[in-house]
């Protein structure tokens, strides 16, 4: 499952003086909590100041933390290359440096790993504060074609405007600072730029420092000339607000539903499979799919299931089979395979708290078997074994990808590569179309900066079918289509759009029933 990203729990309100938030830059930013409450300690601040011995400590333990336990450190990055990349960094941190100066080092070293699962992040407490308090950029942007657009139709520029540079700095030029900075699964872009969608603000605030304004500069829709407007920045709460309002913004999506478009065609949105924990929860999932199934078997008229998985960045284990089962034309597995480096949990010392090392040694020494490679694979009784549904349908699938599309939702789309009557629309998947580190995560908080690391422990080699898709990238669509800033404007769903017509095409122009 995908983690929140950062700017995901945003909210906000002018409530104050910014100079206040620009103060919090160069002072303890936890002191206004700390006076709340005296017996919580305030959360650290950005320009704390770590010794170059403080500092090597963090990176020895982080590396020790990915070498020994991620799986898959080396997929897309050679050893003999990652090796060289932590002897840069080493000999980065022989000065000084400010908690800041160290994430900004550090992060775009994790994210060479290529995992949409491995999190490297500041220390939660002071997190928690920027989330609320950090003065940001105060508007919500989408991505389209690499390029920035505003998403709200209720701001000082006009809706759906190119930002073309931020203080005099070219937006290209931004997304280079940044873009090394976001996880993907990979060596494709597309999910690092739905993430920046969310957490430009927060990334922007880190990479190049608070402001009190901002002078934009932007291009107005059919027009030729670029126009500047100076704005104000505003704290991450009152931004969240603001993203939670984006035009392209549906305000209550549903986890999951199913109806009819027009007659023949029906609509799935799978928007999550991170439910499902407890029994209510998958009875009710299952229930659901049950019916509406059965419902779509007694349809004569059904000829094609648009389904969407745009939105869909996995869950828990088995939700995605659970629905494939309704799809699938052959008995499948869970996975190809699932493999470790180790039944032992590394770095225990470092772990954070709520982490509990000897639950998981006994669940992996009980599921996994070791190699001679020294490895370990997951035992073949563990690697559940599906049947179709009886009532499998069997009509055409369209099925709807984005860069949010990951873990559990590329999971489903990998098992439907291996069916011949799907059809994929859209972009890259922001997951591996063959391979990808999840399972079991286990998260650890580095010796002095306190900064955050995320590891997850188990490979997972997905079933695609025959489609062939270079080393790295996601499921790439059939059709790849992308909204227009003229349809972001208008707020017609461009690939949604696609898809109708490309199902309208199937649909007899008389009342001739399915076969």
């Known amino acids: 499952m995908i983690k929140e990203p950062l700017a995901g729990k945003y909210s906000t309100t002018i409530s104050g003086v910014l100079f206040l938030h ?29 010794s170059p011995s403080q500092l090597k400590e963090d990176l020895k333990v982080l590396r020790e933390a990915l070498e020994e336990g991620h799986p898959g450190l080396y997929l897309y990055t050679p050893k003999e290359d990652f090796d060289r990349h932590f002897e840069r960094a080493d000999e980065a941190l022989d000065r000084a440096m400010t908690l800041r100066e160290f994430y900004l080092e550090v992060t775009p070293l994790v994210e060479k790993v290529y995992c949409g699962h491995t999190y490297f992040d500041l220390p939660q407490k002071l997190l928690n504060f920027l989330l609320k308090d950090a003065p940001q950029f105060p508007l919500p942007l989408v991505f389209l074609n690499q390029k920035a657009y505003l998403d709200h139709a209720a701001l000082e520029l006009p809706l759906g405007c190119e930002i073309t540079a931020i203080d005099g700095i070219p937006m290209e030029a931004v997304m280079k600072k940044l873009l090394p900075q976001v996880r993907s699964d990979g060596y494709n872009e597309t999910m690092k730029y739905h993430i920046l969608a969310n957490d430009f603000g927060l990334r922007h605030f880190l990479s190049f420092g608070p402001a009190e304004n901002y002078r934009v500069d932007y291009l107005p829709y059919g ?18 607000g603001r993203l939670t309002q984006r035009h392209s913004e549906s305000p209550k999506r549903k986890k999951y539903k199913i109806g009819a478009v027009e007659k023949g065609i029906s609509l799935f949105s799978m928007n999550t ?39 869909n960045d996995g869950g828990f284990v088995g939700n995605d089979a659970q629905l494939f089962a309704y799809l699938a034309q052959a008995p499948f597995r869970d996975f190809r395979s699932a ?13 954070s708290r709520h982490q509990f090392p000897k639950m998981l040694e006994k669940i992996f020494a009980k599921e996994f078997k070791s190699l001679k490679t020294g490895k370990f694979t997951m035992l073949d009784e563990k690697n559940r074994r599906w049947t179709p549904k009886k009532n499998a349908f069997d009509g055409q699938v369209f099925v709807l990808i984005s860069g949010w599309t990951h873990s559990g939702g590329t999971v489903l789309g990998s098992y439907l590569l291996n069916n011949d009557n799907v059809t994929f629309i859209g972009e890259e998947t922001g997951g591996g179309h063959a391979v990808f580190t999840a ?6 908080d580095l010796p002095n900066t306190l900064c955050q690391l995320e590891v997850p422990l188990i490979l997972y080699e997905n079933f695609k079918g025959s489609r062939s898709f270079p080393k790295g990238s996601g499921i790439r ?36 029933p399915r076969k």
């Open 339 to 351: 493999r470790m480096t180790t039944l032992e949990i590394p770095v225990k010392d470092h772990l």
């Open 439 to 444: 399972g079991n995560m286990v998260l650890y």
């Open 223 to 240: 027009s030729e000339e670029t126009l500047q407007k100076q704005i104000s920045a505003i704290p991450a709460k009152k931004l969240e």
């Open 273 to 311: 499979f991170d439910f499902g924990l407890n029994k209510k929860g998958r009875r009710k999932y299952k229930d659901f799919l049950r019916e509406n199934f059965s419902e779509l078997e007694q349809d004569e008229d059904a000829r094609c299931i648009i389904l969407d998985l745009r939105r």
């Open 22 to 50: 620009l103060a919090l830059w160069l002072l303890a930013v936890g002191s206004l909590s700390a006076a709340k409450n005296k017996k919580s300690l305030p959360p650290p601040s950005l320009q704390e100041t770590f």
């Open 477 to 512: 669509p059939d059709h790849e289509v992308t909204q227009s800033q003229k349809d972001l404007i208008a707020n017609e769903d461009t690939v949604m759009n696609f898809a109708l017509n490309l199902a309208r095409k199937l649909i007899p122009p008389k009342d001739v």
